[in-house]
């Protein structure tokens, strides 16, 4: 899967704020992704983010 610095994944469940957008600020064996509602940031394994993509918005 390719997710870059800046892209945006619209992920299968909601955050706890209700929002499903997040902004991906770190890649690599870890993810850290930001939420686009409440600015929380997060870091999470790989596998677990790529499992949980329903949709990536690409930043042009």
């Known amino acids: 899967m ?3 610095v800046g892209d945006t994944l619209v992920m ?3 955050h ?3 929002c499903k957008e ?3 600020l ?3 064996m870890d993810f850290k992704i930001q939420c686009k509602n409440c600015g929380h940031v997060a870091m999470a394994p790989r596998a677990k983010i790529e ?3 329903k ?3 690409t930043k042009d």
């Open 2 to 4: 390719n997710v870059n």
């Open 12 to 14: 299968k469940k909601n």
């Open 16 to 18: 706890p704020c209700g």
């Open 22 to 24: 997040f902004e991906v």
């Open 26 to 28: 770190r890649v690599g």
């Open 51 to 53: 499992k949980n993509i």
């Open 55 to 57: 949709q990536i918005i």
